[in-house]
């Protein structure tokens, strides 16, 4: 046994390697991102594992489903809201079933600290019929996806493990295994029907995935992550790492009886024994109330009083802490320091100083004041930062690529002029496709690529196009080549700049300008 | 035994190689810990907190209740404040003054001091000053640590090894500046709460520790010092100065 210290998301990445790792996949996001880098440092010192980002979420899953079926372990990474791209080859790889091992991690963000919601992908994973792993604790990431490994490969269904931001981001010490399993041989599937989801075969495979829950659900039941300990008839269930709020506030020798789940699907055989015996449960989860719904269930459950999330005793949103969970278990607040505090001045994440983003914006607002300040619309990644005071430049911010297919929405409305702004990584992850429709459809949209030549918000990751690549791919999709232009965001610049948007923000058709310039921060790093 | 840490600064402060120095001393002392941090978004320019919490006994929560925060440990005096009503009532806040404004309505400086120090536990250290005089002013969050480590259940040489051993990659002479970092950090928060002690107003004491030249600062020479400050005259003698104080020559400067 060795013990290091180590962030939930890195365990997850260890607990991988140490489970016979093949291949690591995912696009960077936050709090997820640092199970794959993590690997990806194993993997630059060992050479045996594959570890490159894909540029979305979708791809990352495919080449993941393609790892399996070829026999070998996989590892599949991404946040929440990224699973939302991933959705179609998720949902249909419990339909085909693996081969090899393939674990998705997935972390979800509840009180999004940096996310645009905090959707619960525990209904992803009963959606898809698949079971979930929700560890408690840094040795539980370890643990449980070394565990969601063998059940993958036993079951033959991906495996979700679910991370919350808490866990994925909170270090602590993990003993971990001397002895690592070896990686599997290559042996790929020979079964062509359960891949080739003609309806036939797939009418088939989904009869196949039904017949596979009673199996799925007594692993859950017999887990030794869902443990029920009968005392009073109060009772509690605390999922993933809310047990350690409830566990935070109550003396050894308290009276309430706790069912902790740490393994999907709800283990509704325990739920029913802790039923029997209380009064009362409160459901403590990080999330959507969805145990709290499955437990309650429509019509509510004879002769217990289910609380949770739906009846106000927690917050309805939002991250949960042990504060929220004490008030709600009724325990007094501690004391603590009594000092008048004036209102403190907020203090927002702000574009760097520099940042070649704020002088595309600049150039950008000037160019649209003739047009009496428009609305532009948006995408995700350091740049919607401009949104805020004191460029406050862009005024949408949805999803991943939202910006290009919102305005093409808005110029087919009769908005004019329709802009939209995206970053070098945010338009190859999702971006693409939303162009080409604007070139197939002759539509007046103006889009700025931001190319700072990296992923910058989640921490300067490689870009997936960047450069004469990235011209490559816009002059491919088919742009007039005479409204491809490229401009240097620098101050010195700046009038020549304001010349070029505001000639394309004139051109009746679709146009890109490129702003090219290295986000100082990637400079820094990698001096 | 129980310890509850927030560490709290500005993106790019460096709240992160605290935890990498304080998380690892826990860990060779054979302490239990957890430390649960902030990444992505909110890193850049903002409000950056982490919560550490070591013990001789398990930890549930990563993160902190509110009132059992022994320690705010700020880079930052502003965003100390941000944290200060999660402190048990006994806690100690640990800070720098030196203020980070990358904000257009950050508060007047002296409301700010005045708010800091009307807690009953303070070490408040002007990191900005102390950094400098140790050769860097990067090495802000180094001071602070030192500043913090007589609260903190570890020696010196189980909290410099890992400072040591967070900076050996950027080469001896960064490690020099931030060893150097951290006992001038250590010797500036021990000098004011001996000047707290010796029964100095913490207003008055940081005025008086502030005025040091940070090379120079003896902790045993604050008696002495707050002595001499606790005349009002003598107090004004020393804000006044232009330079800096050497701490071993307790004597009220020469006006003007």
Known sequence: MA??????????????????????????????????????????????????????????????????????????????????????????????????????????????????????????????????????????????????MDLSEELGVPVMLRLVTRIAHSRAAVETTDAPREQNPLRPSKDIRKWTLLPSNARVQYRSLTEKQPAIADRAESSPYNVLELRGRRGVIACGITMNYVLENLPED?????????????????????????????????????????????????????????????????????????????????????????????????????????????????????????????????????????????????????????????????????????????????????????????????????????????????????AERLDRIVLGLGIDPEHFRIINPVPKEHETNVRVFAEELAHEGPSVIVARRPCIEKIKRHK | ??????????????????????????????????????????????????????????????????????????????????????????GWIVSSVTPYVNIPDYPPMEEVLASLTAFPHTVLVDTGAVAKAAGNLRAQNMVAVGAAAPLLDFTDEQLLKYVRKLFARKGEKIVAVNERAYRFGKAAGLFYRGLIEAGLPARDALTVSSRMDPATVEPERAADWARLASDAAALEAIAGQDGLLDCREAAVPAAG
């Open chain 2, 1 to 90: 035994m129980e310890k509850n840490l927030v560490l709290a600064g500005v993106g790019g402060q460096g709240i992160l190689s605290i935890a990498f120095v304080i998380d690892n001393a826990a860990l060779e002392a054979g302490f239990h810990f957890k430390q649960a941090e902030v990444h992505g978004m909110s890193q850049r320019g903002g409000a950056v907190q982490s919560n550490l919490r070591y013990a001789d006994h398990p930890i549930h929560s990563d993160l902190i209740p509110v009132g059992k925060v022994d320690m705010v440990l700020s880079v930052e005096p502003l965003e100390a404040l941000r944290y200060a009503g999660s402190l048990s009532p006994e």
């Open chain 1, 254 to 466: 308290h009276d309430l009886s706790i069912l902790a789940i740490g393994q999907y699907p709800v283990p509704l055989g325990l739920v029913r024994k802790l039923a029997d015996h209380v009064d009362e449960i409160l459901v403590v989860e990080d999330g959507y109330p969805f145990v709290e719904e499955a437990v309650r269930g429509p019509f509510g459950l004879p002769g217990v009083t289910v609380k949770g999330r739906m009846t106000g005793e927690l917050p309805r949103t939002g991250e949960l802490n042990p504060d929220l969970v004490r008030k709600a278990l009724g325990l007094p607040d501690p004391p603590h320091a009594e000092v008048e505090l004036p209102s403190l001045a907020g203090r927002p994440p702000t574009l760097c100083p520099g940042c070649p983003h704020t002088d595309t914006y600049r150039a950008m607002n000037e160019a649209l004041e003739k047009y009496d300040r428009p609305q532009v619309f948006s995408d995700i990644g350091c740049y919607t930062l401009g949104a805020l005071p004191p460029l406050e430049a862009i005024h949408s911010c949805v999803d991943m690529g939202a910006s290009i297919g919102m305005a093409v929405g808005a110029a087919h409305a009769g908005y004019r002029p329709a802009v939209s702004v995206i970053g070098d990584s945010t338009f190859a992850h999702s971006g693409i496709t939303g162009l080409l429709s604007a070139v197939n459809g002759n539509v007046p949209v103006t889009v700025v690529i931001l190319d700072n030549d990296t992923v910058a918000m989640t921490g300067t990751q490689e870009s997936q196009a960047t």
């Open chain 1, 3 to 148: 013990r290091e210290v180590l962030l939930g998301d890195e365990a997850v990445g260890l607990g991988a390697v140490h489970a016979g790792l093949s291949g690591v996949y995912g696009y960077p996001g936050t709090p997820s991102t640092e199970i794959f880098e993590f690997v990806e440092g194993i993997a630059k010192r060992r050479g045996d594992i594959q570890a490159t980002w894909s540029p979305n979420e979708k791809v990352a899953y495919e080449e993941a489903l393609g790892m399996s079926w070829a026999g070998k372990r996989t590892l599949v990474t991404m946040k929440h809201v990224g699973l939302n791209v991933a959705a179609d080859a998720f949902m249909n790889s419990a339909i085909t079933g693996t081969n090899g091992a393939l674990v998705l991690a997935v972390a979800d963000d509840p009180g999004m600290h940096s996310s645009q919601n905090e959707q619960d992908s525990r209904y992803f994973a009963k959606f898809a019929l698949i079971p979930c792993f929700e560890p408690r604790n840094q040795q539980e990431c370890y643990d449980m996806t070394r565990d969601a």
